[in-house]
T-cell receptor, first 113, second 114 residues
């Protein structure tokens, strides 16, 4: 069966510091991968999605970036965090070619001080 | 633009009773998929139920069922015999065939009362 991991689970970072969140999927090949952000009490905002290694689509222009160095690894990064980057970050995957259902990771709670 | 609207920000229901959460969407496409996700206090997003738009029969999963009205672009979730563990945020979402993007509603916070 497929599983999705995210780490770290929680992170507290000062403004201006870099960020690296990692997401890995097990049990499937060439998944579609997604990064979402959820502000407190709000809905999901799609940040990036990837349909293959090196293929990244950005939905929201901001100081975040994403990379997919390996087939089942998706990384969210920032060179300098802003206060507004605080939130709950969710990674998700769906089957390549059959993108009918998304499955989510446990999430990372990021607090920027 | 494709949108999903959940008009009930918060709802409450007594334990063992039935509750219906509303969702409407807007798309000009004919082939798409619809989903309800549950986000409990742990914040892990869990798939509750899914529906293919080409299927007329409403999907059911144990105590969860949907009322899919394609012409009205409505996709409501009915929870029967509500349990305390159903307390969560519920998100409606859809994706059109041939795209990779999922559109989510703003969510309905459901509280089940003992």
């Amino acid at each position: 069966s497929q599983t999705i991991h995210q780490w770290p689970a929680t992170l507290v970072q000062p403004v201006g510091s870099p960020l690296s969140l990692e997401c890995t999927v097990e049990g499937t090949s060439n998944p579609n991968l997604y990064w979402y952000r959820q502000a407190a009490g709000r809905g999901l905002q799609l940040l990036f999605y990837s349909v293959g290694i090196g293929q990244i689509s950005s939905e929201v222009p901001q100081n975040l970036s994403a990379s997919r160095p390996q087939d089942r690894q998706f990384i969210l990064s920032s060179k300098k965090l802003l206060l507004s980057d605080s939130g709950f970050y969710l990674c998700a995957w769906s089957l390549s070619g059959r993108t009918d259902t998304q499955y989510f990771g446990p999430g990372t709670r990021l607090t920027v001080l | 633009a494709q949108t999903v609207t959940q008009s009930q920000p918060e709802m409450s229901v007594q334990e063992a009773e039935t509750v219906t959460l509303s969702c409407t969407y807007d798309t000009s496409e004919n082939n798409y998929y619809l989903f309800w996700y549950k986000q409990p206090p742990s914040r892990q997003m869990i798939l509750v139920i899914r529906q293919e738009a080409y299927k007329q029969q409403n999907a059911t999963e144990n105590r969860f069922s949907v009322n899919f009205q394609k012409a009205a672009k409505s996709f409501s979730l009915k929870i029967s015999d509500s349990q305390l563990g159903d307390t969560a945020m519920y998100f409606c979402a859809f994706r059109t065939s041939g795209t990779y993007k999922y559109i989510f509603g703003t969510g309905t916070r459901l509280k089940v009362l003992a």
